[in-house]
């Protein structure tokens, strides 16, 4: 599987900004991570195929939305960004019992 990011940027606070990612092969649930400088690597939102139920990390919970299409682009739109939010995000999906990672792309809010 591989994973080809997309959008990131730098915004003011209260700001939008919407990354892709774009999967080959037969990903399982994909979802974005995120590390913020000095911290460790945290889970934001993952949707899972199928029903595409969705789960969020309680800091992004009403401003960040995730979804997936049926070419297994997934896609987070993030609303009403605040300068916490500043980290390397991380496309990343499971499939035959890996973690594959995107390369990141950096999100930066002032």
């Known amino acids: 599987v591989q994973l080809v990011e997309s959008g990131g940027g730098s915004v003011q606070a209260g700001g939008s900004l919407r990354l892709s990612c774009q999967a080959s092969?037969?990903?399982?649930?994909m979802g974005w991570f995120r590390q913020r400088p000095g911290a460790e690597r945290e889970g934001v939102a993952a949707?899972?195929?199928?029903?595409?139920?969705t789960y969020y990390a309680d800091s992004v919970k009403g401003r960040f939305t995730i979804s997936r299409d049926a070419k297994n682009t997934i896609s987070l739109q993030m609303n009403s960004l605040k300068s916490d939010d500043t980290a390397l995000y991380y496309c990343?999906?499971?499939?035959?019992?890996?973690?594959?990672w995107g390369q990141g792309t950096q999100v930066t809010v002032s």
């Open positions: 990343a999906t499971n499939a035959a019992n890996f973690v594959f």
């Open positions: 092969g037969k990903p399982g649930c």
């Open positions: 949707v899972f195929p199928g029903a595409g139920v």
